[in-house]
């Protein structure tokens, strides 16, 4: 569900999930992100959409995400940037027309959202990689990166859409859409962990 809300302003750096500094940490996971097989719903009371999700990334999903939204431009450093290659984290592709020929795999990749507005990215290996805020439109659309992003939870899993809207043509606005592909993945099931 869509609905016209005033834009947040928030400035991006990286056009990838993991280009914030690890060492301005803000809140820690509760654990290390791995698929539980208890039922994990937030309390009643709570946005359904706090909690923390994960889902195992590829290099081929999020390019495909940029270029069904016309973000091909982003792609080698965005899937750098998320770590879906076996060079170090934050390396662009080493061929832009072929961004995953050095693809790692699926990799675990996992988002908490807090009910504060915080939002946190971690590694496979538990250690966050990113740090944001998003703000509740309505019960099915947060906004984020300065887009409305919106979601369907169902039980313990969650999906993502977001289109880019045709007003955003500014290269600023761009990066700020790759930022956004990148970290939701559109279309693809995310698990809840927490």
């Known amino acids: 569900m869509r609905r016209s809300v005033s834009a947040v302003v928030l400035i991006v750096s990286a056009a990838g999930c993991g280009g914030s500094d690890p060492t301005n940490a803000g809140p820690s996971p509760a654990q290390t992100p791995q698929a539980s097989t208890d039922s994990v719903s937030p309390t009643p009371d709570l946005d359904p959409i706090v909690g923390e999700w994960l889902r195992a990334n590829t290099c081929e999903d999020l390019v495909h995400a940029l270029a069904k939204e016309g973000l091909q431009e982003f792609a080698a450093q965005s899937v750098g940037g998320a770590a879906l290659l076996t060079t170090p ?106």
């Open 89 to 194: 984290e934050n390396v662009p592709a080493k061929d832009p027309k072929h961004p995953c020929a050095d693809a790692a795999g699926p990799i675990e990749h996992s988002h908490k959202f807090w009910a504060d507005g915080t939002f946190n990215s971690y590694n496979q290996f538990g250690e966050e990689v990113d740090e944001d805020k998003y703000e509740t439109v309505d019960e099915d659309t947060i906004l984020f990166a300065g887009f409305e992003i919106d979601y369907k939870v169902e039980g313990d899993t969650i999906v993502f859409s977001f289109t880019v809207p045709k007003s955003c043509t500014s290269n600023g606005c761009r990066q700020r859409a790759g930022y956004a592909v990148n970290v939701f993945i559109p279309g693809k099931t995310w698990e809840r962990v927490s």
